[in-house]
């Protein structure tokens, strides 16, 4: 069964960084292409950021580029969202997701984990 559980959200001021961390649990994430997509209630998804499988492409959303990074690593069994520069604007819920694909062109994001919130605030 394919689980996702992302991490690493919490509150930080304008400028800041973090990164989020998004582990699979109980299948190999290095199968498949893994994208990064934000989400409000009531709002429609953004999405961020896709690491592909196949050959580790990264594809970027135009509120990621330059500012966000995707990276994965296989023998942890997680793919992280490395966040810079963060503006008030980019408050949301982060989720990570798949559809057990390997390439981003196209990604449907049929299974994600349960979010994790990250507030930029001073």
């Known amino acids: 069964q394919v689980q996702l559980v992302e991490s690493g959200g919490g509150l930080v001021q304008p400028g800041g960084s973090l990164r989020l961390s998004c582990a699979g649990s109980?299948?190999?994430?290095?199968?498949?292409?893994i994208g990064w997509f934000r989400q409000a209630p009531g709002k429609e998804r953004e999405g961020l950021a896709c690491i592909s499988s196949s050959d580790g492409s990264t594809y970027y959303g135009d509120s990621a580029k330059g500012r966000f990074t995707i990276t994965r690593d296989n023998a942890k069994n997680t793919v992280y969202l490395e966040m810079n520069s963060l503006k008030p604007e980019d408050t949301d819920v982060y989720y990570c997701g798949t559809d057990t694909g390997s390439h981003c062109e196209g990604i449907e994001y049929d299974y994600w984990g349960q979010g994790t919130q990250v507030t930029v605030s001073s």
């Open positions: 109980g299948f190999s994430l290095d199968y498949y292409a």
